[in-house]
């Protein structure tokens, strides 16, 4: 059987590889769409957790960029960024809680890190912290709680050795340090809470983001407390990294009140409420399910259909050879094997060359536990069974049809 697959193989090799190609594109567009769609669930699913608050993510009017868009407005005629924010969050009513987004930098020279020079810790409100829930491998979140001057973080694996309860010094000057501990170990893939990204249609993954270390040379993400940063460390040596911030209203709040703040958030600049980053992920979605799933359903179905014909080419062509196997004990089912070795042949070099975008992919982008899901494995395998199963049988039900003596006859 070996030999005759590999024969047919050989004599209609131009065709084999063609079909194979595009099952094999086909493969890969549907291996994108799930990994486009499962990041957007992921960072949803975070940000879900604190659907239960009334919270609105507010980006504060940029002075700089209206400087540069204007030849009419001087930096005199207008507050800073930061003016701004204070003056819009002044004017609400019933707000319970601003998130900023504050981080501290120093040095480190212990071997425990991956890196030995600048190192920056992003602090988080510990509140926050527990209600979005960003995966732990091992550990726990952290509290407002510090012991002996002891500040607790959580951080990411790019940290090479550092386990839960280890203890590592970083350098904020030459004359200042502050100890670190680790009450957690993030998971992987490391989803990063970001106050950063602007515009007008956020999603959650804008807001909650997978951390690439490579894209910030190799350094591990590291959150701490917002209260206790600010009770261990000097006020110099914390910055505010971006004007962004979470505000979180009362939930006594009515929904009144919660429009009127709008509406005073909207006139200092951009606002997006939990309801609409909800509204515009359920948007990237279909759009990625809209970008992908025709080509890669059109592609597949080409390939299902040229797999089909071209083993129903070979039963025609080979239809004396499988008569004389019948003659001699065999069965069509047995002989329909042969077929299916040869879908089967089609569908490994299909995976083979998936497994090569994959392993592409896991270099380029030095995330080499992420690039594959469980997901992307349990539809490859339901799309290759579906695949196999429909071109196997098709065959097999033609020949059945066919007698031993009229295959011999037709071919004499």
């Keep these: 059987m070996f030999k005759i697959t590999y024969r047919i193989i050989r004599e209609r090799l131009s065709a084999f590889l063609i079909i194979t190609f595009l099952l094999s594109i086909s ?32 980006q504060p009017e940029d002075t700089e960029l209206a400087l540069r868009m204007s030849d009419d407005v001087s930096s005199d005629d207008l507050m800073s960024t930061e003016e701004i924010r204070e003056k819009a969050i002044s004017e609400l009513d019933g707000t319970e809680k601003v998130v900023e987004p504050l981080a501290f930098s120093g040095y480190t020279d212990t071997s425990l890190l991956s890196v030995n020079d600048g190192l920056s810790v992003k602090a988080l409100d510990s509140y926050l ?4 829930d960003i995966p ?11 012991d002996d001057g002891v500040l607790n ?3 990411s694996q790019e940290s090479n050795s550092l386990k839960v309860s280890d203890t590592f010094e970083l350098f904020l000057s030459d004359d200042t340090s502050i100890t670190l501990r680790v009450c957690g170990i993030l998971e992987n893939p490391t989803f990063e809470f970001r106050l950063t990204v602007s515009g007008d249609y956020l999603c959650s993954l804008d807001l909650v983001q997978e951390y690439i270390s490579a894209e910030n040379d190799m350094t591990p993400l590291i959150y701490c407390s917002q209260t206790a940063l600010t009770e261990l460390v000097d006020e110099e040596f914390i910055y505010n990294y971006s004007k962004n911030c979470i505000i979180i209203f009362d ?22 409420d939990k309801n609409e980053l909800k509204e515009w992920t359920n948007v990237q979605i279909k759009y990625v399910l809209l970008k992908y799933l025709p080509t890669a359903a059109f592609l597949f179905l080409i390939g299902v259909v040229g797999l089909i014909g071209n083993t129903i080419l070979n039963i025609l062509n080979y239809r004396r050879h499988f008569a004389i196997f019948y003659i001699c004990g065999s ?7 042969i ?22 992919k896991m270099i380029s982008d030095y995330s080499y536990e992420t690039a594959v899901t469980t997901i992307n494995i349990l539809i490859t395998v339901i799309l290759c069974t579906l695949l196999l199963l429909v071109c196997g049988f098709t065959p097999y039900f033609l020949m059945k049809k066919t007698s031993p003596v009229q295959a011999l006859y037709q071919e004499s």
Excluded at 32 to 56: E, R
Aim: hydrophobic fraction near 45%.
């Design 129 to 132: 912290a527990a209600q979005i």
């Design 153 to 155: 973080v959580v951080i």
């Design 339 to 360: 077929n299916i070795l040869y879908i089967t042949f089609s569908i490994v070099i299909s995976l083979l060359v998936l497994s090569g975008y994959f392993t592409v």
């Design 136 to 146: 732990l491998s091992e550990g726990e979140w952290y509290d407002d709680s510090y």
């Design 331 to 337: 069965t069509w089912k047995g002989c329909s094997l």
């Design 251 to 272: 939930e006594s709040a009515s929904d009144s009140q919660l429009s009127d703040n709008l509406d005073r958030l909207s006139s200092y600049g951009y606002v997006t």
């Design 27 to 58: 493969l890969i567009s549907f291996n994108i769409m799930i990994n486009n769609i499962v990041g957007n669930l992921s960072s949803y699913n975070i940000v879900k957790n604190i659907d239960k608050l009334n919270y609105v993510y507010f």
